[in-house]
């Protein structure tokens, strides 16, 4: 499991009170970024000698979070195919241990040159299968 | 269907040259809350009488698009249940009708006076079933 | 003068309640763009022959404004110097035409190949004068 | 001085590759809500017994930074009046400690219930006396 804090910024949050559910979306980027270069692969969705294109994020809201808030989130790897391979981020409240969102990214293996996907190579797969945690 | 169009901003860019991956939910709420007002219920996902959580969100990446360019966002209702509802949102450049994304949004009925899900008021689900096309 | 009209969404809001200090940024940008669009020097703060630097920006906060509102920011030039310019803008309630903050910007013209400040080209400065109102 | 980090996300960065301008307001935000925390009086921009009001903000950019970088916010006072002081931000990049940006901030000492300006009580005059250094 990789995981980052994040601080709840209160240009984040809304006229709802709370925070809005486009800044999830941040949150897992960064989660993503930094787990991306823990692995050794630069920053983004892009690693040297492959190329990720992110396909889908999806983000599933349970709770409320609010403005200085610190929140966690959690980054695992649910599935490696042949070419495309998927992240889940637990996001919980830093304090309490509350679950805030559960988010899910599909990320694709894209050669850019030939510009078509192509399989993950083994090394890749190899760093992914240690993060590897079926839904 | 209900139909909006958005300009790209140059801020929602990201340094891979194309509109970053969290700017479509910016576009996507911004089609609920205009769908919402159409539908007569006042700004956000809040209606009168009816107060909605939005309780999760997606989007499948197709194509790029760019700061500068206008997209037409297409929202229809792909589903209607008892206490919740789920919107689609088609994304395409205005120009030249590329598909760019394709985003869902689930929507459920709260009352937050009584901090519980309820039924979608008969009234609101006639006016969804005017906008309902399943997938 | 140049005029643009922008839909206030609700994730530029924050948890005060009204249009957060930061979203008045992004609304005066997508002026200057579209300003300089008009101007017919593409998008962004980029005119081809000319290239231009972001050297500051700043906003007066004078009344709230909120979700749904629509906003007018008008673009004038209000100096214009040998190697650089200034733009201001106008933000205000395109419904009561109260004045919600007012801008300024102040753009450099920069030679990217020898990476050094270059004086405004004539067309450039012609252009930029017929929109020259001073403060 | 008061000082935080923070990590520049890629959706902060535009399509001209480094970071927006308009990102430089959300650290200078945070920047300022840690500041008021750190100082005893709550997050955001309000006080208890004393609200405030910002009344303007500006940024000048000195140097690019990129996507993935740790900037550093340095925070001082650099004016005290009757009901409004003056902050100064100066954005650094945390490694090399070159000077990315300048902001200024100036809020308003503000009565919520009279709904006008009120002046600077005193056990907050002298909090931010402490961080006071005159430009």
New interface residues.
């Given amino acids: 499991m990789h995981e980052i804090e994040v601080?709840v910024?209160?240009?984040e949050?809304?006229?709802?009170?709370?925070v809005?559910?486009?800044?999830y979306?941040?949150y897992m980027?960064?989660a993503r970024?930094k787990f991306f270069?823990e692995l050794g692969y630069g920053?983004?969705e892009?690693l040297p000698g492959l190329n990720l294109?992110?396909?889908?994020?999806?983000?599933?809201?349970i709770a409320q979070s609010?403005?200085?808030q610190t929140l966690k989130v959690a980054t695992t790897v649910s599935n490696i195919g042949n070419k495309s391979f998927t992240v889940e981020h637990l996001i919980t409240n830093a304090d309490s241990g509350t679950i805030i969102a559960k988010g899910t990214a599909t990320l694709v293996s894209f050669d850019f040159e030939q510009q078509k996907t192509m399989p993950i190579p083994e090394v890749v797969r190899t760093n992914l299968e240690q993060f590897l945690q079926p839904q």
């Fill in positions: 601080y910024r209160f240009s949050t809304d006229a709802a009170g709370h809005n559910n486009t800044s979306f941040l980027e960064e970024t270069n920053h983004h892009s294109i992110l396909a889908s994020t999806k983000c599933d809201y609010y403005a200085g």
